[in-house]
């Protein structure tokens, strides 16, 4: 009997949403995000299957570092608006214990995250991830920003730094949305710092996977048609 209701619920949501399943715009996007994130012919022998569980009953894949709690930005899907913490930034003494102690356990994959706080406010931004690259441990460093605290003369630092991707959470590439989804002023700046960013990571070889994270109230459609995005995808259309 619940079998059978769930079968029908299925089925009439399908149908509510058919104009919506056989959209090409909708299977362009999941082609797209299949293409990049998997691989069907790629398969993991028992040998490491169990090899991968016995690191995992020792110590986590990656960590997820923190480096401050500010932010430059207020934007309306964040919880930084609702943030009773008193600003800070880690110290130096907290990140190298981070290192010393993630390290000694064989290290990995090592996040510079967002919990409410832009990384790249920090000024010790690129040193950070400059000090993470030295180790011999460390696989992946990555992080995420929204691009407004990169500075022009330091962009070229960065590509260089040892970071491995870097995911720029931004709005739709036009100044109203910019400014209605983000609430601040710095849309010019954020859009001259990615075309910098990507100019950069071209000249260099490509060392930084970049990743453009849309908070969008338009479709992917319409997003990518809009003049300023078509202006940087030829400015980083090898580099995106």
Request: some cysteine.
């Amino acid at each position: 009997m619940k079998l059978s209701y769930n079968i029908k619920r299925a089925i009439n949501f399908a149908y509510n949403r058919r104009h919506e399943l056989f959209d090409k715009e909708l299977w362009g996007t999941i082609s797209r995000v299949a293409k990049n994130r998997f691989n069907i012919w790629e398969k993991v022998s028992r040998k490491e299957f169990i090899e991968n569980l016995q690191i995992i009953k020792q110590r986590p894949w990656n960590i997820h570092v923190e480096l401050t709690n500010l932010c430059n930005s207020n934007c309306i899907f964040c919880a930084y608006q609702y943030q009773i913490r008193p600003y800070k930034f880690m110290t130096d003494k907290i990140y190298n214990k981070v290192l010393d102690e993630y390290c000694a356990i064989g290290g990995g994959n090592f996040m510079i995250e967002v919990v409410v706080g832009d990384p790249a406010v920090d000024p010790k931004f690129i040193q950070r991830i400059e000090q993470a690259r030295n180790r011999k441990e460390i696989a992946r460093i990555e992080t995420i920003t929204n691009a407004i605290a990169l500075k022009s003369n330091t962009i070229k630092n960065l590509v260089y730094s040892g970071l491995s991707r870097i995911s720029i959470s931004t709005a739709p590439f036009e100044e109203t949305l910019y400014k209605q989804i983000y609430r601040n002023k710095s849309y010019k700046k954020v859009v001259r710092n990615i075309s910098h960013l990507l100019h950069e990571n071209e000249k260099a070889g490509h060392p930084i996977d970049i990743k453009l994270c849309f908070r969008s109230n338009l479709t992917m459609k319409e997003t990518i048609s809009l003049e300023d995005y078509q202006m940087i995808a030829e400015n980083g259309r090898h580099s995106v």
